[in-house]
């Protein structure tokens, strides 16, 4: 602030001034009363502080004498730590003590703030007021007695101009009055003359006074009032600078008494030590441990095996190319393992720096750096122990077979166009149609059969020679023979002698039967060569079965095909006698034949489906010798017959199914007991179809109406008949929907 060298006046400085001098001195007055407002308010708060300091350190008091076990020896230690507690734990105790003394210390401010403060302010205020209303009555006063100096000099200006008045209408007597009264009215105008002259000389008197008077209350009166008020403000000014200085006092000696505690505190921390917990912790939780054992290998449930590695030429292949790739990472591996190590220990002497104060790094990020690399030092440790042991693991069985090998140079690739695999043959197909090329000599492979592709690549090639080397690839791959279960591999001379029931005996019970429920009695044509080698040994007993359950015959495909065996559908010379290539199918409902080219037949009546509906509602069917055409939604398709050896099974039973679930709910009785079929389409060639198209989705509400969604087609059977629905015709099958849902086609 600027230090005042000269002594400021309001009765010097100020002319008049008394009502702003007042106003101000009234503010002045009135802002104690927000003083002590906000005093008592702060202390509302210390007062609030200090009781939620106290229940905070009450509620996590109880919270460490829950937790107190599980944070210093876990939730299962071997030894019970009774009432010892951890270093953490007692440092956090003297914690919540601090926090106690100091919220004691708030409320002890609290109540210094209104009795030393928020009260003397009320009471100043109240008395700096009643001072200053006595000011405010004095100088209304001196107004009054100014005013009334200023009325009675008006009263003899009054008074002065009336004898003025009165001296001429004497005068003005004496020229109209007659000889014998001249005298009485001279003698009557010296005597107003006189007292005129009194008059004037009062009013000139008054007139002094009043200027005297004015002059004593502008430079005298007011001024003095001016200056009272002046002290009136100051000596305020000086009070609230002594309660000021009053509460920081206060305000200094709480926070030099909780600085003392912050200090004892501060002393404190620094002897819990990270190790003392790890210490607690490791004394209460020691117990004895085991190291799980090395696992071995589990020979599967459906084949009998050892533990000796396969090492025939197919085996090598895979086991060159695995030895190949491993060698070839393993010392990249090794290098990046190296290198997350220099990169662990050189984070670590960083933290020991900003422990000892000397680098100003954030802790937590450096401890989220050591984690984030030896996650990444973990996964390389694990990629190189992998190619290692790969690598340590074949060599031991067969050698360094990767030695003169010529790998392919493969790169992945995302095949746009169909390719081959040049191994399998198999098209390399899928969303992705992801796999593998040469960049050498063109050979094309899918990603899993990588590893199974031998190391011969002939080097780098033209595109000719790798359109060539291609054709070879493929018709190498489309003509090579399926493995046998007659060839024996190199390092096996004889396999066990394994049948369909002694390796289905060795599976869980559960496998085992489900097995058994597909396995048959006769799977092969009776006539094919070798089939009695591998037919089953066991027959599956009939009477256990229900005597209304037919069983089938399994699908050739359950065993594998024998040396001799015919491929299924082979030629003619071998398929089963009486079998129909032709589909069939049976009657639901009697039809009568209404037109040309169709047929009446009645229903449960086996046909023969001669053409399938194409989409007009119709097919054609021969029954009884005549051919012709039917509503397809009259006609069931019956399934095929698989082939089989063994006596030919009784026809299935006739099935009152029908693919149209509103032509079934739509069926009706005629008199005779017939079922009455639905409604059909028009027959080809009777009227050119109309079809339609579905404009907005509809849901059916009932088996009579059609589930539409937008862009769906039909065959119009009628149109809007005035109900606002149409018939519609759909895969055999005629129902209902909205009219004005539908478009023409």
């Known amino acids: 602030m600027t230090e005042v060298d000269v002594l400021p006046s309001f009765g010097g400085e100020l002319k008049d001034a008394f009502k702003p001098v007042n106003a101000w001195v009234s503010n002045g007055i009135t802002w104690l009363e927000d003083l002590q407002q906000f005093y008592r308010e702060r202390s509302a708060i210390e007062k609030e502080y200090s009781s939620k300091l106290s229940v905070l350190a009450k509620k996590f008091h109880e919270k460490k004498s829950r937790k107190s076990g599980s944070l210093g020896v876990g939730d299962t230690p071997t030894l019970t730590p009774g009432s010892l507690e951890s270093a953490s734990i007692t440092t956090w105790t003297t914690q919540l003590n601090v926090l106690e003394k100091r919220a004691a210390e708030h409320d002890r401010y609290s109540a210094e703030l ?59 007597k004496i020229d109209s009055s ?30 002094n006074v009043t200027n005297k008077q004015k002059e004593k209350y502008y430079h005298e009166y007011v001024p003095d009032l001016l200056d009272s008020m002046q002290d009136l403000n100051e000596t305020r000014v000086n009070q609230v600078n002594s309660l000021w200085a009053l509460a920081t006092r206060l305000e200094d000696d709480t926070l030099s008494r909780s600085v003392s505690h912050m200090q004892f505190l501060s002393g404190e921390i620094p002897r819990n030590e990270p190790r003392l917990d790890s210490l607690m912790f490791i004394k209460h939780n020691q117990a004895s441990w085991q190291e799980p054992l090395d696992m ?112 392919h140079n493969f790169k992945g690739q995302t095949f746009k166009i169909p390719t081959n695999c040049d191994l399998c043959g198999e098209r390399i197909w899928g969303l992705s149609a992801k796999g593998f090329d040469c960049q050498s000599c063109g050979y094309t492979c899918h990603s899993k059969c990588e590893l199974k592709v031998p190391a011969d690549c002939p080097g780098e090639q033209t ?154 509602g119709w097919m054609t069917v021969r029954a009884h010798g005549a051919t012709g055409v039917v509503p397809a939604s009259y006609v069931e398709a019956l399934p095929e017959v698989a082939p089989a050896a063994a006596p030919p099974m009784p026809d299935r039973p006739g099935s009152t199914y029908s693919n149209s679930s509103s032509a079934a709910g739509s069926v009706s009785t005629t008199a005779t007991g017939k079922k009455k079929g639905p409604a059909v389409a028009p027959k080809r060639g009777a009227k050119k179809l109309r079809y339609v198209e579905a404009m907005y989705d509809y849901i059916a509400q009932s088996d009579a109406e059609f589930n539409m969604n937008e862009g769906d087609r039909f065959v119009l059977i009628n149109k809007d008949s005035g109900d606002g629905w149409a018939d519609v015709e759909k895969g055999g099958q005629v129902k209902s929907v909205p009219a004005n849902y539908i478009q023409d086609v």
């Not at 014998?180 to 002259?197: E, I, V």
């Not at 197919?314 to 010392?331: D, E, T």
């Open 114 to 172: 209104v009795m030393q403060i928020a009260d003397p302010l009320r009471t100043l205020g109240t008395r700096y007021e009643d001072l200053r209303k006595s000011h405010v009555d004095y100088a209304g006063k001196l107004e009054k007695e100014k005013e009334a100096a200023y009325v009675a000099l008006k009263r003899t200006k009054s008074q002065y101009d009336g004898s003025c008045q009165e001296l001429e209408s004497k005068r003005k």
């Open 463 to 616: 595109k000719e020679g790798k359109k060539k080397l291609k054709t070879e690839r493929q018709a190498s791959a489309n003509t090579a023979p399926p493995p046998s279960n007659g060839n024996l591999p190199e390092n096996i001379l004889e396999l066990p002698d394994l049948s369909r029931s002694n390796t289905m005996s060795s599976l869980s019970s559960g496998y085992a039967a489900s097995a058994h429920r597909s396995v048959s009695t006769s799977a092969r044509n009776p006539g094919a060569d070798g089939l009695q080698e591998l037919a089953p040994t066991t027959e599956m007993k009939h009477s256990g079965l229900r005597k209304n359950r037919v069983v089938a015959p399994p699908p050739t495909s359950y065993l594998s095909e024998a040396p001799g065996d015919i491929p299924n559908g082979g030629g003619s010379s071998h398929s089963i006698p009486g079998r129909s290539a032709e589909p069939r199918g049976k009657m639901l409902y009697t039809y009568q034949a209404n037109g040309e080219g169709e047929i009446t037949v009645e229903d449960g009546s086996d046909v023969i489906i001669v053409e399938p509906d194409d989409g007009s």
């Open 296 to 407: 071995g290998f589990e020979p599967s449930p459906v084949w009998h095996d050892d533990a000796t590695m396969v090492v025939n030429e197919a085996a090598k292949v895979y086991l060159r190319n695995i030895l190949g790739k491993s060698k070839g990472q393993r010392g990249d591996f090794k290098r990046e393992v190296e290198t997350k190590h220099r990169e662990v220990e050189n984070i670590r002497r960083i933290r020991q720096n900003v422990r000892e104060g000397r680098d100003k790094r954030d802790e937590v990020e450096l401890v989220r750096a050591i984690f984030q690399v030896q996650e990444d030092l973990h996964s390389a440790e694990r990629k190189w122990l992998c190619a290692e042991v790969e690598v340590s693991t074949i060599t031991a069985v067969v050698g360094d077979i990767s030695v003169g090998a010529q790998n």
């Open 178 to 207: 007659f000889d014998s009264s001249k005298g009485k009215a001279q003698n009557a105008y010296h005597q107003q003359l006189s007292d005129m002259n009194n008059v004037k000389n009062t009013y000139l008197i008054n007139i």
